[in-house]
């Protein structure tokens, strides 16, 4: 039985991300994310940024319920993710896009395996896959690398791969945890510039990163945390400069 409702004319009707006092501890030490609340319309480009052990990547997974919250509410894509059954998880995952600083690209596949897999988890068709995979490699600038695997391919091609993967199914949200950790200069602007293409197109995408540069050039939405906690949330902002 399909239990999702369908909100209508409320307040907030376009929030995809919902957060309200939520903290998050793990077994040991201080909690990572202390009260945070953080709203995020449908097709909001935002930064999250902080200083390594901030809690950006908590936050993250906790936003693709590979964690759950300690206390607190969230809400992602009308789904209550501390009552999400495990048997809708994968379900609520396909609207989900996600790429991380070290690609987890299978290494032992090609350009068009490593994208057409993301099709195969999810049933698509043969022919629906041979119509998809080619077509968001265009995208990313790699159709003609098609047949190569990782190992063939730069640090930026991988990363355009690993951000093919995310989007060839579509998602609602993108997710991206530092995806410009292991790139120099020119292909992470490269990476950028194809976020802020594929947040036009509609997609909310939400990348953590420590690149103040390009944080500073790009004026987005920028959320700051510190120690676990929002300690700024900017539209148009840049990376805050402490100490
Ligand atoms: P960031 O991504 O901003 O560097 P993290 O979210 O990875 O920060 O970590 C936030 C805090 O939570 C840090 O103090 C880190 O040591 C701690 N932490 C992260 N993962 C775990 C874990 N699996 N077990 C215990 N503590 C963790
Ligand atoms: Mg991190």
Not at 193 to 216: F, M, P, S, Y
Request: aromatic share 6%; with cysteine.
């Amino acid at each position: 039985m399909a239990t999702k409702k369908k909100k209508k004319s409320t307040a907030g009707e376009n929030e995809i991300i919902t957060l309200t006092n939520v903290c998050k501890a793990y077994s040991t030490g201080a909690p990572a994310l202390k009260d945070v609340n953080l709203r995020i319309n449908r097709g909001e480009f935002v930064f999250i940024v902080g200083d390594s052990g901030s809690g950006k990547s908590t936050l993250i997974k906790l936003l693709l319920r590979e964690l759950t919250i300690t206390s607190g509410y969230i809400n992602v894509m009308e789904y209550d993710l501390s009552k999400i059954k495990h048997r809708k998880i994968p379900k609520f995952r396909r609207n989900l896009g996600v790429v991380f600083q070290d690609f987890r690209l299978l290494k032992d596949r090609n350009v068009y395996e490593n994208v057409a897999f993301a099709q195969r988890v999810i049933q698509k068709s043969n022919k629906e896959i041979k119509r998809n995979v080619p077509s968001i490699l265009a995208v990313v600038g790699l159709a003609g690398k098609y047949k190569a695997k990782p190992r063939q391919l730069s640090g930026g091609e991988q990363q355009r791969v690993a951000l093919a993967r995310a989007l060839v199914n579509q998602p609602t949200v993108l997710l991206a945890d530092e995806p410009t950790g292991n790139l120099d200069p020119t292909n992470s602007w490269e990476i950028m510039k194809l976020l802020e293409q594929i947040n036009q197109n509609g997609t909310t995408v939400i990348v953590v990163t420590h690149n103040r540069e390009i944080v500073n050039a790009m004026r987005k939405r920028v959320v700051t945390l510190k120690k676990g906690v929002i300690i700024s949330d900017e539209e148009e902002g840049g990376y805050i400069d402490e100490d």
